[in-house]
């Protein structure tokens, strides 16, 4: 069982994947103050997503979110 911040993690990536959100609603859905709770600055230093170069500023998966992400979906199919 992952840890709560990696549920977390793994959690917001999905929901990137999924819904392609604008930095706004990143931040209005995502951003804490909770020095516990950083997923959003987290993914970020990790590479994990970035922005896509439109003008909306939408956040995407890195190459390294996607493996991230899928191979969570491959342990949890086994």
């Not at 909306?56 to 949890?76: F, I, K, Y």
Request: hydrophobic content about 50%.
């Amino acid at each position: 069982m992952p840890a709560p911040i990696d549920a977390l993690i793994l959690q917001f990536l999905a929901w990137v994947d999924s819904e392609t959100p604008t930095h706004a609603q990143v931040l209005d859905a995502w951003q804490s103050s909770c020095p516990r709770l950083s997923v959003w600055e987290d993914v970020q230093i990790a590479g994990l997503v970035a922005f896509d170069g439109t003008r909306a500023r939408h956040v995407v998966l890195t190459e390294a979110g996607r493996v991230r992400l899928e191979a969570d979906v491959t342990v949890s199919a086994a």
